[in-house]
């Protein structure tokens, strides 16, 4: 690409804000799987160790899925533009996919249908970044990825509240169907599907993406077509890696290693610690599950707002710092849950895993975006989300061979692990090389 895509129209915050709303509805969307896919998982007679494996369709999908859509999106040229159809297309099949969820009869037809999910929310994904980075001036970048920060910490704040508004409105929580599921569940997803795709028509309908210049449309016709090609591009991409990624690279295996284990396991070490149960046709096992969307919904608040306080923090003393800052606190707050056996407790460290999930969707793209040519952002993007899906898989395959020697099947265990984990990511986003002008003022 030429370098005039390096200097774009400088936009308003609401025009930002607009631009990032489609993010809201995929954030719902991978809120509820957080929230709930254990617990289904649960309701239909999934063995505790074996959870992880049951979560394997989201970091595969990833894996498989975003670095090809973010390669043909670069090389995409539509009346549409070359994101939104990637992203229309994938906000259809998520709706589509967060309808049936919740009426899976069986297990494996719940796992199948959270790998039709997952490839939905991946076709969507990475575009989507790549269109914010595509219509924002560098000096923007960290406005528009935080921005888009907020809108994860708002999008999975209403997904984790949404059953327990749903029983202040008359519900009754322990009503299930056949399966056991709960049916404040079960509309939670259906309410999803909306979110998921009206908020995406809404970004498309506000955001046009920005015209191409006759020299970048040049630029894209003169490469090959065919997905040879894009394998190509990718591989070459890989080879050509700026160095600051592939040092992200360890921060994103501490740090999304450390996520997976929570969100797999936090249900149950609530179920454990505070209602004393294990048993999930229990009223112990689905208060648990309330409970945990509580607290889901007060750290994504957390993070809504703090997203958009970090703003003038990451400005003054860099992304690496601040986002080695809010990996501590996160970390800290969860060595310290197993611990807490009040509810209103619960409170404080999740102020900590706000905070670090603020930075965690914001910071690490902002160091990023700062160091990939334009011209290949997609493919970056996609390639950045191989190291942390990875990490995933990492910890899909390892944890059911320790979790019962080492960890001595207690899901509070896995908490802990988790903490250690953040401050181990803390430490190592410090050794990140950036470029002068992103290391802060101070």
Known sequence: MSDATAQRPHLSFWQIVNMNVGFFGIQFSFGLQQSS????????GADEASLPYLWLAGPMTGLLVQPLIGAMSDRTVTRWGRRTPYFLIGAILCSLGLLAMPFSPTLWMAASLLWILDAANNVTMEPYRAFVSDKLDKKQH???F???SAFTGLGQTLAYLTPSLLVMLGMNKDAVNGSHIPHIVIAAFLI????SLASVLWTLKTTPENPLTAAELAAIRSRPPGWRHTLADIGAALRDMPPTMKQLALVNLFQWYALFCYWQYIALSLAATLFHTTDPASQGFRDAGLLNGQVG???NFVAFVAAFALVPFTRRFGPKRMHSVCLCAAGVGMLSIPLIHSPALLLLPMLGIGLAWASIMGNPYIMLAGCIPPARTGVY????????VIPMIIQIFTLPLYYRSWLGGNPENVIRLAGALLLCAAV???????????????
């Open 146 to 148: 935080l921005t888009q």
């Open 37 to 44: 896919m254990s617990p289904i998982y649960k309701y239909l």
């Open 297 to 299: 919904a007060f750290y």
């Open 192 to 195: 999803g599907a909306v979110f």
């Open 381 to 388: 993007m996609g390639i950045f989300n191989m190291f942390i």
């Open 142 to 144: 960290s406005l528009g």
């Open 428 to 442: 190592a986003v410090l050794f990140v090389k950036l470029r002068p002008s992103q290391t802060g003022k101070a």
